[in-house]
C-alpha cells in the first residue's frame, strides 16, 4: 500500500504562484508513475500533468501547459506541482496519484493510489 499526502495549498491571489507536494510513504516510490488533478465543485476530476517513474518524460494538459510544471525526487519519495500565474478558475482542490506503471496517465481510473487532496483558492 502507498500513501500519499499532499501539502503547499492555501490562498493566493490571482497571478501568484504555489508549489504543491506530495510524500509517498509505504511502497517503492521510484516503481510508481505520477500524477496531478484536480477537482472544483460540481466538476469532474481533471488531468494536470504526470510525469514517468524516473522522471525522464512529463506531460501535461494542454490547458496546464506553460503555468504548471511537475517534478519529482525520487530520494525524498516526492513530487511537486509548481504553479505560476496562478487564475481564479484554478480553485480546486488538487490530488496526487501513483500509477503501478512506467508512464502516467490522463485517465484517473488508472492511478491505483490517491491523496486526500490539499485546497488551493486563488482570489480574483
Known amino acids: 500500500q502507498v500513501q500519499l499526502v499532499e501539502s503547499g495549498g492555501g490562498l493566493v491571489q490571482a497571478g501568484g504562484s504555489l508549489r504543491l507536494s506530495c510524500a509517498a510513504s509505504g511502497g517503492t516510490f521510484s516503481s510508481y508513475a505520477m500524477g496531478w488533478f484536480r477537482q472544483a465543485p460540481g466538476e469532474e476530476r481533471e488531468f494536470i500533468a504526470g510525469?514517468?517513474?524516473?522522471?525522464?518524460?512529463?506531460h501535461y494538459a494542454d490547458s496546464m501547459k506553460g503555468r504548471f510544471t511537475i517534478s519529482r525526487v525520487n530520494a525524498k519519495n516526492t513530487v511537486y506541482l509548481q504553479m505560476n500565474s496562478l487564475k481564479p478558475e484554478d480553485t480546486a482542490v488538487y490530488y496526487c496519484a501513483a500509477r503501478k506503471d512506467y508512464y502516467s496517465d490522463y485517465n484517473p481510473a488508472k492511478y491505483n493510489y490517491w491523496g486526500q487532496g490539499t485546497q488551493v483558492t486563488v482570489s480574483s
Open positions: 510525469i514517468s517513474w524516473a522522471g525522464a518524460s512529463t
